[in-house]
């Protein structure tokens, strides 16, 4: 079955574009702020189901596969830009829609797929050793760029454009390896884990500047 149409990938998603939308309603619980999270668990939900479904796409040229890319994403953006215009008032440019800089993940997947292609197409057999070499450029880029007194890496929005194509990796291989199934049960568990360490990881930092460099 293809990516596009596997059940799993759909609900994903769908809870991805939960998480996202619920962590952009803080003003909905003034009381409760700090509950209101999850976009960047969202966030790499989506990445990580662009990898999955992008290797059952059609291989006809960077050019042509590049282009079936545009027309999923930008009709959207362009109608709402036109939507929320008449109907919020909001303020547009060229600029915003062409490159939304309003918001990173539009320029931001457009660019990991013009870098995904050539790994897709050349490196199909080679994904492990990609996810390294990628995996070892964020790190050396964690340490130059970010201020580990300040900054990490889930908090700086514009690091966010560099670690989140690991993500985008890790679902090119899990679509290479769907036949390795893994238990519901064992999933859930997983998540479980996943979670409280990724929370874990949000709040210790904030207990001391020290903590951000770990």
């Known amino acids: 079955m293809g990516g596009g149409k596997n059940k799993g990938i759909i609900l994903l998603k769908f809870i991805a574009a939960l998480f996202i939308t619920y962590s952009h309603m803080a003003i909905l619980f003034p009381k409760f702020q700090g509950l209101v999270t999850g976009g960047a668990i969202g966030d790499g939900l989506f990445f990580f189901c662009s990898g999955f479904t992008l290797f059952y796409g059609r291989d006809d040229g960077f050019i042509n596969w590049y282009k079936r890319r545009i027309s999923r994403i930008y009709p959207t ?32 997947i457009m660019i990991y797929y013009a870098i995904f292609y050539p790994i897709r197409k050349y490196m199909f057999e080679h994904l492990k050793i990609t996810f390294l070499i990628a995996s070892t450029i964020v790190i050396v880029s964690y340490f130059m760029i970010l201020d580990l007194n300040k900054s990490i890496m889930y908090s700086d929005i ?57």
């Open 77 to 108: 953006i362009i109608m709402w830009a036109l939507f929320s215009s008449i109907i919020f008032m909001w303020q547009w440019n060229i600029t915003d829609i062409i490159t939304t800089p309003r918001y990173w993940f539009i320029p931001c």
């Open 158 to 214: 514009a690091y966010m454009r560099i670690y989140y194509f690991l993500f985008m990796l890790l679902g090119a291989m899990t679509a290479i390896q769907k036949e390795k199934t893994t238990s519901p049960q064992k999933s859930f568990i997983y998540i479980l884990l996943s979670l409280t360490c990724y929370y874990a990881c949000m709040g210790i930092y904030k207990i001391s500047p020290f903590y951000c460099k770990f």
